[in-house]
């Protein structure tokens, strides 16, 4: 069963940074795609960054586009996503999710389910 452990959240004011990091089980770790995705109170799921299995390309959303970073780690099973120049629109609750297709087909079709408790950042002054 697919697992995942996100940690890195916190609070942060805005210009801040924060390195969010997500552990996974269950799957073969390289060979799906992956991503982070965000649910900001009030609102559905968001995809912000995806990697994919591969080649290590990626997918951003406009919001994040150069501000987040994300990369993988497969040895470690780990997923990570530094954000920089945090806003308060960043706030929300992450998570980490797989899937086997491309990068940006994982995170502009939001997945239904997500295996982990999220870790919550929040940007405020």
């Known amino acids: 069963q697919l697992q995942f452990v996100e940690s890195g959240g916190g609070l942060v004011q805005p210009g801040g940074s924060l390195r969010l990091s997500c552990v996974g089980s269950?799957?073969?770790?390289?060979?799906?795609?992956l991503g982070w995705f965000r649910q900001a109170p009030g609102k559905q799921h968001e995809g912000v960054a995806c990697?994919?299995?591969?080649?290590?390309?990626?997918y951003y959303s406009e919001s994040v586009k150069g501000r987040f970073t994300i990369s993988k780690d497969n040895a470690q099973k780990t997923v990570s996503l530094q954000m920089n120049n945090l806003k308060p629109e960043d706030t929300g609750i992450y998570y980490c999710?797989?899937?086997?297709?491309?990068?940006?087909?994982?995170?502009?079709?939001?997945?239904?389910?997500?295996w982990g408790q999220g870790t919550q950042v929040t940007v405020a002054s």
């Open positions: 269950g799957f073969t770790f390289p060979y799906y795609t």
């Open positions: 990697i994919n299995d591969n080649d290590g390309s990626t």
């Open positions: 999710a797989v899937r086997r297709t491309a990068a940006q087909t994982l995170c502009i079709e939001t997945p239904r389910n997500f």
